[in-house]
């Protein structure tokens, strides 16, 4: 648990971070965010102490880390960077055991500790202990940049931009590695970013700053449907404020049982008061869709199920709506990690209800 | 339409290296045009020149000949495919360089035979450019074929020991430049010692206020200006100079301190020597320091800073082993800019190589300038490589 | 890494360079005036002015020498680099650059020295060495001046349809010319130190007082002769730095 009470930093006499309070309870993903010059990085530096604090505390557990050596303090605290910050004259295993090191852990639990947070990466020791960091794609440099920060077990973990320096497709994968990661470790999170879709993938509670003032401290939920005021509702955007909602919602939440049809060949959506119906094969895979297209005067009523149309219940919302409008059906089918048939959701159901 | 790299060779119809044949034409036309060596009946007038056909034994200059034009073959692009044509060059050329160097030894020894004891054989300019036009085959012939620095050193570490077996096979015995080493043997070696102590105790003090100043420099900025200034102020008056004007004042403090005078402080000698390479050798030490500190990425540091090191733990683990290739190159820069140096403090009475050069001045004695300037010259160009080694080496593996 | 530039205030540098040069050509036209005051700092020399030649002789021969052989270095040096860094010489640039860059660890004065035996005494040997020694810095840095000019630059260039002539005179020339200069200039400190040493192969020169007090014992000579050869060094250097300035494109 990370809790800053009334955070303090004034620079010649301004306050560019001014009585920031707001608490990160343990095994929370907690997200900074905020326009540039609002204070989120000195905020998140004030927490391992890069930037002496000014005013006010700073609680780890029930510790108040205002009175610890800085040294000590930071080997609690794993820190990783924009671009990583990885030693160039070190290899990978060396930039891991860097921590543990000073830690005085011995030998053969740091060499276990590296593989582990390795394999935690899906990185294959063997291949990557020896590497040196200009051998990484910015992806792997990345892993290994966070992997170092976890390295000493510690009890935090800040991320200033982590993914802020690599391509659009590489930082889609590693915040879905982070969020697996998060869930693997229970790690409380503090993390640093100016991207808000990122923010809403990621973090269980976002405090948006500006000019340095705590402006809301929410779950992201809240954040999109109660927004505190003027500056948080342009700050996340109002054009597309209900695609981001959808963004922070699950399949699983909107999830509804699916009719199968016992004849298929017989289906005929205007004899009957069902508009659609399932095909599936012997071991519950669904094979098409009778019905449930846009335009129910379509000639052609039947939808093959293939991957790209198809939905996992733990997929947003807001992907699930993308895929019914790009095919052109009203539909989805939720699939189990056997691509069985175990529900589906619907264009009306989107709309419908609040989860 | 613009091309990344001519590709060597293919487009550009006979000839496939115009280096390696501008460097084979050069050395012809030298030779055929250059005095290669000249005898004098004695050390104070100048001597007659020869020519390298009749200087050299008709094998020999056949030799050089038949080297010649495989060496232009290699130039072409055929027979030779190209990196077969480098590697070519890589044994061509020291043959070359070899034989050219013991072609002038025999001819020396042949010469005296009959002449007086007084008489002297030295070497002429086209020598030095058909010694040096197989020198820089060989960089050029390394160079495309981008071979590694090892490989580089054990090559001219070869080389070097040919050349150093054939001094001690005492072919070059009948040169006068080693008729006139072997007449200052002694003085030799002293003074060769004395030029290498007079760099070591200018290079220690240099180092031990060079570095804390450089880093000085890199951890405040406000101190950088005024820094480089004077730095920079002491690198720009000519060594002459320096050394001269250090004289007066030493001579007045080593009249007025008896105890300075106990300590060998006076104004003509080591010591303004001492003190002018000193202050020559801070600019390159501070301003590669300084370079070496400000060129560790911001990130590595706040990296460090964020995982819970000390300033002393950075500064170890992490600012110096990164800094250290640049550091050691303003050490190499230093150390062959203070050989040099070195030459001029023998005219402040400091001794050295510089002495015999100019004494040899001042004697019109041709042969004591070269005992005095061609080992200074190795001595820098030995030093330079040597350092070049230890800057490569000093790089952490996972730099670039 | 070596991407760290070193710049001085700017203030205060123009009145220095000012102030010193005059504080020179006073010292050159008229060191007798200070006869007394080396006659009472050196009680025990008889002459304490060198006057076999005039001062003003001395920097003007020494000038010269610097101008003459900077004049050569500065042309075959940068027609050197240029012609290296076109397409027709291209494949003699890594022999060049590392030509260069072995050459200046040769120590001038022992350049100085193996070129009396090829040259002879005097004025020539002097201009030779000077040359040769001159022109590696300027090579040099003529090559590594124009390899700054970025490849966008040059791209750009070639897109609004310039022709080769026009993009290097006024695009490749402009953007490499600070460090083009900056070659000359340390091109230009090192003549003027080494025609100093000149004067010991029998080129007239600042340096002739300099070996003549050190010959002679007249501290005073070496006195004068290293006062007016450091100013003029220092001079030259300041000069050159507020011209490398000038072509300082805030790059």
Sequence with gaps: MIELQGLTKTYAG????????????????????????????????MINRLIPITRGRILLGDEDVTELPPEQLRRRIGYAIQSTGLFPHWTVAENIAVVPGLLKWPKQRIDARIDELLNLFHLDAG???????????????????????????????????????????????????????????????????HDMDEALKLASRIAILNAGRLVQYDRPIELLTQPADEFVRNFIGKADLGLKLLSRRWVYQYQQSAEILEQPSSFHHDRSSVTHGWEIDDQGRPLCLHGGRLYAEESEQRTRVTHEWS????????????????????????LDEQERLIGEVAMQGVMGREP | MHSTKVSKGESEGLVANRVLLTLLVAALIGAALLPFAAMAPNR?????????????????????????????????????????????????????????????GSYADRALEDASSAARISQGAAFWIVAFCPVLMIVDAFQRLHTNLALRSLYAALLAGSVAAMFALDVFDGLAILREYANNRELFAAEFATHLRLVASALGPALAIGLPLGLLAH??????????????????????????????????LSEALPFLRALGVKGIGATPAIIALIMYALLPIVRNTYAGFAGVAATTLEAARGMGMTSRQILWRVEIPLALPVILSGLRIVTVQAIGLTVVAALIGAGGLGSFIFQGLGQYAIDLVLLGAVPTIALAVVADFLLQILVAISKPAGAR | ??????????????????????????????????????????PD???????????????????????????????????????????????????????????????????????????????VPTIVALTLYGLLPVVQNTIAGLGTVPATTLEAARGTGMSRAQILLRVELPLAMRVIIAGVRVSVIINIGTATIGSTVGAQSLGTPIIAGLVGNNIAYVIQGAVLVGLLAIVTDLFFERLERRFSFGG
């Design chain 1, 127 to 193: 291949e990557f202990r020896h590497k040196y960091p200009h051998q990484l794609s910015g992806g792997q440099a990345q892993r290994v940049g966070v992997a170092r920060a976890l390295a000493a077990d510690p009890e935090a973990l800040l991320m200033d931009e982590p993914f802020g320096a690599v391509d659009p497709l590489t930082r889609d994968v590693l915040q879905n590695e982070m969020l697996r990661v998060h869930r693997q470790t229970g790690k409380t999170i503090v993390f640093v970013t």
């Design chain 1, 311 to 334: 939905a996992t219940p733990d997929m947003t919302m807001k992907e699930a709506l993308s895929r019914m409008v790009w095919f052109r059906v009203m539909v989805l089918p939720v």
């Design chain 3, 45 to 123: 020399l008889q002459s304490p002015l060198y006057d076999r030649e005039s001062f003003l002789q001395l920097t003007l021969d020494h000038l010269l020498l610097v101008l003459v052989s900077s004049v050569i270095s500065v042309s075959v040096g940068v027609g050197a680099g240029l012609f290296v860094t076109r397409r027709g010489g291209r494949e003699f640039e890594p022999l060049v650059s590392s030509l260069a860059a072995i050459g200046q660890t040769f120590p001038p004065a022992a350049v100085l020295a193996i070129v009396v035996p090829l040259a002879g005494f005097g004025f």
């Design chain 1, 14 to 45: 301004k306050d560019v971070v001014e009585e920031v309070s707001l608490r990160v309870e343990s095994g929370e993903f907690g997200v900074l965010i905020g326009p540039s010059g609002c204070g989120k990085s000195t905020t998140l530096r």
């Design chain 2, 219 to 252: 951890r405040r900025s406000g101190a950088r200006g005024p820094l480089f200034g004077l730095l920079n102020f002491f690198q720009t008056i000519p060594s002459i100079a320096l050394f001269a004007l250090l004289v007066a004042p030493l001579a007045a």
């Design chain 3, 1 to 42: 890494m070596r991407a760290v530039t070193l710049r001085a205030p700017t203030q205060g540098r123009t009145w220095l360079l000012v102030g010193l040069s005059v504080l020179l050509v006073v010292l050159v036209l008229f060191m007798e005036a200070l006869k007394p005051l080396f006659q009472f700092a050196f």
């Design chain 2, 44 to 104: 104070l007038v100048s001597g007659q020149s020869v020519g390298l056909v009749s200087a050299l034994l008709a094998w020999q200059w056949g030799t050089l000949g038949l080297l010649a034009v495989l060496l232009g073959l290699c130039a072409l692009s055929r027979p030779f495919s190209l990196p077969a044509a480098y590697r070519l060059v890589l044994v061509a050329a020291p043959l070359w360089l070899l034989l050219v160097l013991y072609g002038l």
